[in-house]
């Protein structure tokens, strides 16, 4: 039987792991700053191509920063957890130039449902987007 920190390491250790395959968080030049089980923080520097015809975040982008950070997440065991949902309200806009951080939390688990929150947030610490995240367990392993 393993600890909490041991299950923690394993949890890190193939998040890592399906960051390394994640090209779509690359080609976006996401940068995994924590990846604790049930708790994810990740950024992003918002480059031109990442602006929408009124030169303001493609809300695409935004979802996609925070949609990662909930899958880190939610992928706290060596089982495949995908989302079942989502849903985000823009709240500020932001343009090239900026970063961005979204932070997941857990906010519950039962069985193989789980519900995340994310918060996005600019570089001054004022909330860009609220998201929520609806996960499912797969039966597939890593």
């Known amino acids: 039987m393993t600890g909490p920190t041991t299950e923690a390491a394993d949890a890190v250790r193939l998040n890592r792991a399906m ?7 690359a080609a976006l030049g996401l940068v995994v700053e924590r990846d604790d089980p049930g708790h994810a923080v990740v950024s992003m520097r918002v480059r ?32 495949v957890t995908v989302a079942a949902g989502a849903d985000i309200s823009f709240l500020k806009a932001t343009a ?13 688990r039962s069985g193989r449902s789980g519900i995340y929150d994310v918060t996005v947030v600019d570089e001054t610490g004022d909330t860009v987007a609220e998201f929520r995240g609806r996960s499912r367990t797969t039966h597939q392993t890593l």
Do not use: P
Not at 70 to 76: K, L
Not at 97 to 108: E, P, W, Y
């Open 48 to 79: 031109d191509d990442m602006t929408n015809g009124f030169g303001i975040t493609h809300g695409g982008m935004v979802f996609a920063l925070a949609d990662t950070a909930f899958a880190i997440a939610c992928n706290e065991d060596d089982r």
């Open 19 to 25: 960051m390394q395959r994640d090209r779509a968080s």
């Open 96 to 108: 090239a130039g900026q970063v961005l951080t979204a932070t997941a939390v857990r906010r519950s």
